[in-house]
């Protein structure tokens, strides 16, 4: 337990109506980019709430670097960033000066404060705009702002949630690229929630994938994947002995409709398409389309909770998300 | 020596959370003059009107105008109507995520609480001096020691102070800057009208007094009356007293309600 940045254990946080989150349990290595994954109110954010002593746990126990978050909270947040869902960049101030009061929240000694603001805008790559008014940004600029809030105090571990919600794929590919460059250069451990698959998958070691509370499974997204039980060759043909001569060759199909449609579940998709085809043509079968699906997280999260990704919305998050959007595209 | 330690981070974080807010007023001061316009308004047409009325001046004690006593109900007015809205602000910043943000800062809640606080004081100092600008215009003989001056802007600061943070306290309970807006409204008017701001407590219907007696503004006009009109100041130690004792506790209630608020 002593190497871990962030432990976990029988975390519970009972609200009135509902358990937001249901006795999870993990473990964060440092220097690991590390996501947790689900639909909104699967108990992400509150997650990481707990983690940043926002709000107290109902029971369980949460380590940051061994201190109880619980009983040593101002220590907690001393050695953490946050980077929340919603736009948290003051509009009302200059890039500079936002920057500027973070560090002296964070009682960053004076002399030091000067060059570290600079080094950290000049990372993010904000230094022309340091000194406009953050109500002119463009929803990218303003995140990268936050994350230069958030890593003016060279934090152990940043929280980030929902680190591209509302951006457009260009500044998502900013962010991502800078996510990494933040632990490959300073070993900053990174704890993110995200309900974007591909953003998990690219960007994470281990992603946790949690719905309603629960944390329904976790491990690296190859692995992940892999679980999943192989790719997917989805076969088009209208001669009606097709199904037929695909049992003969000794695969099995997991839908297999009257009008020449077959699933097949295997491995390595790709060499084994040439095969199939030379075998299928070799019976006489003409083969009309062929396609292969490599399994994502999607299916991964299909498997493990049951449900696609995008359902599960409540009407105030949906809602929630949207005037985030808004305010970042504005 | 730790206790120590502490406490000056606790005030240095709170000066930070001013600074944060003074910063912003720095980027955009149209609010601080459209401010001015309100008590300039009382002071100038209200009070001017009701000294012409030729009874006034026999309810009013100690051979004071009625402009004289009125200007210290305006200054308390003038601090008291900005920052009974002041909640809404820290709703605003609920709904921002910028709350959230601040709480994640290692500033302990009520530090945050009461560097917003003196930041709503320091508004009122600039609201106080146009009242007071205003007031010699109108050639109100008002007392002009350095040292008084100096009292009264300590004492617009610290009712500034209280009912800001009575605002944050609501704020948190009600938690939309809608119903912020309407609780500012009703709760305004009662803390005013049952006050010494504009009439002596000894004329209003007797079920109004004991209000009077328990409402901080009360304490606050009185304390501002002695230092500019009447320099009688035996009672001053006990205004200061009430005030002071007002604004910590409701520093409390608000600090307790930021937790609640973002849960």
């Keep these: ?330 | 020596m730790s206790a120590l330690n502490a406490a000056r981070k606790y005030f240095s974080n709170a000066i930070i959370i001013a600074e944060l807010e003074l910063r912003k007023i720095r980027h955009d001061q149209t609010q601080i003059w459209v401010r001015m316009v309100q008590p300039a308004l009382w002071l100038a047409i209200y009070g001017l009107t009701m000294s012409k009325l030729s009874g006034i001046s026999s309810f009013i004690p100690k051979n004071l105008t009625y402009l004289q006593f009125m200007t210290p109900g305006v200054l308390a007015q003038s601090a008291l109507f900005v920052a009974i809205f002041f909640g809404i602000n820290v709703v605003w910043e609920r709904d921002l995520g910028l709350l959230n943000k601040l709480l994640s800062t290692p500033a302990s809640r009520s530090s945050i609480i009461l560097g917003k606080a003196l930041s709503a004081g320091v508004r009122g100092i600039f609201q106080a001096i146009a009242v007071i600008i205003l007031a010699l215009i109108l050639q109100v003989h008002l007392i002009m020691n350095p040292l008084g001056i100096i009292g009264v802007f300590v004492i617009i600061i610290l009712v500034s102070m209280c009912f800001s943070c009575m605002s944050m306290a609501i704020a948190s309970l009600v938690k939309t800057r809608e119903r912020m807006m309407g609780i500012g409204q009703v709760m305004t008017m009662p803390l005013f009208f049952a006050s010494s701001a504009i009439y002596p407590i000894s004329i209003m219907p007797s079920w109004i007094k004991p209000i009077a007696v328990i409402n901080p503004l009360t304490y606050v006009v009185d304390g501002m009356r002695d230092l500019l009109a009447t320099g009688n100041l035996h009672s001053l130690p006990l205004d200061f007293l009430v005030i002071v004792a007002a604004t910590i506790l409701f520093l409390i209630l608000a600090s307790l309600g930021l937790k609640k608020m973002v849960s």
């Design chain 1, 1 to 330: 337990m002593e190497d871990k940045a962030i432990v976990v254990q029988n975390l519970v946080k009972q609200y009135p109506r509902v358990k937001a989150v249901d006795n999870v349990s993990f473990n964060v290595d440092k220097g690991e980019i590390f996501g947790l994954l689900g639909p909104n109110g699967a108990g992400k954010t509150t997650t990481i709430r707990i983690l940043l002593t926002l709000i107290a746990p109902t029971s369980g126990e949460t380590l940051i670097y061994n201190l109880n978050t619980a009983k040593n909270s101002e220590d907690v947040r001393r050695m953490c960033g946050y980077v929340p869902q919603d736009v948290s960049a003051d509009g009302d101030l200059t890039a500079y000066e936002n920057v500027l009061i973070s560090a002296k929240l964070y009682s960053m000694p004076p002399k030091e404060r000067k060059t570290r603001i600079h080094d950290v805008l000049n990372f993010l790559e904000l230094t022309e705009r340091a000194n406009d008014m953050v109500n002119t940004f463009s929803g990218g600029m303003m995140r990268r702002l936050e994350i230069a809030q958030a890593m003016v105090n060279r934090p152990r571990v940043l929280f980030l949630d929902e680190p591209s919600i509302g951006l457009d794929p260009n500044a998502r590919r900013i962010i991502w690229g800078l996510i990494k460059k933040l632990r490959d250069d300073f070993g900053t451990t990174i704890f993110m929630t995200t309900h974007d698959m591909g953003e998990a998958d690219v960007l994470c070691d281990r992603i946790g994938i949690m719905n309603r509370g629960h944390l329904a499974t976790l491990g690296q997204p190859g692995e992940l994947k892999a679980g999943v039980g192989g790719d997917i060759i989805t076969l088009n043909s209208s001669n009606p002995n097709f199904s037929q001569k695909i049992k003969e060759l000794g695969y099995s199909s997991i839908s297999n409709s009257p009008d020449g449609h077959c699933d097949l579940i295997v491995n390595n998709g790709e060499t084994l398409i040439p095969h199939l085809l030379d075998s299928l043509k070799m019976s006489g079968i003409q083969v009309e389309s062929v396609s292969l699906k490599k399994p994502t997280l999607d299916d991964v999260f299909l498997k493990y909770t049951g449900a696609r990704i995008e359902e599960g919305d409540s009407f105030a998050e949906t809602r929630r998300a949207r005037r985030a959007f808004t305010r970042r595209t504005q």
